[in-house]
T-cell receptor
């Protein structure tokens, strides 16, 4: 049973650098979600895709953030000109329609 | 606005004791509710969910939760806690046209031997 996978699991970068994260959803799932979780908090919604279409973006997703899902399979989340406030766990989830969302292990980002 | 409140930030119980984690939600329509568990540095694992029907739902690892519409609550219970249950527990409601999850701040559970 292949679950949601994310790469890398950890990323340390310097302020001002660009970073890109990848998420591979469960293969039959048509929806893919990105969430951000800061220390001591619950995850917060960033954006979601249905197939290759990005249908909703949170106001948390500033113009330095961009997400893509070019072929309706894997997705990438890019952060440009990283800031220390971007340090967080970035979680990806997938679902079939509005059914249950299954989460990956997350990518922990530290911006120095 | 939709929201989820978990009133207890930390809970400590002895191994073998019973457990109840509280969750209150604010949502205008029929809520779809979830409990997830997160071990340190890991992603979230689904424990159980409520969409409709029987208000007492059973989940994995011996957990259950009861949906009470009159109290806007969805509390998680386990009759006998194991040391391996130590983790952070998140309650969530499916919001935004049933397109995104809104999470509570979580309850960190510690288990004493």
């Amino acid at each position: 049973d292949t679950g949601v996978s994310q790469d890398p699991r950890h990323k340390i970068t310097k302020r001002g650098q660009n970073v890109t994260f990848r998420c591979d959803p469960i293969s039959e799932h048509n929806r893919l979600y990105w969430y951000r979780q800061t220390l001591g908090q619950g995850p917060e919604f960033l954006t979601y895709f249905q197939n290759e279409a990005q249908l909703e973006k949170s106001r948390l997703l500033s113009d330095r953030f961009s997400a893509e899902r070019p072929k309706g399979s894997f997705s990438t989340l890019e952060i440009q000109r990283t800031e220390q406030g971007d340090s967080a766990m970035y979680l990806c989830a997938s679902s079939f329609g509005q059914e249950t969302q299954y989460f990956g292990p997350g990518t922990r980002l530290l911006v120095l | 606005a939709q929201s989820v409140t978990q009133p207890d930030i930390h809970i400590t119980v002895s191994e073998g004791a019973s457990l109840e984690l509280r969750c209150n939600y604010s949502y205008g329509a029929t809520p779809y509710l979830f409990w997830y568990v997160q071990s340190p540095g890991q992603g979230l694992q689904l424990l159980l969910k409520y969409f409709s029907g029987d208000t007492l739902v059973q989940g994995i690892k011996g957990f259950e939760a009861e949906f009470k519409r009159s109290q806007s609550s969805f509390n998680l219970r386990k009759p006998s806690v194991h040391w391996s249950d130590a983790a952070e527990y998140f309650c969530a409601v499916l919001s935004g046209g049933y397109n995104k999850l809104i999470f509570g701040a979580g309850t960190r559970l510690a288990v004493h031997p």
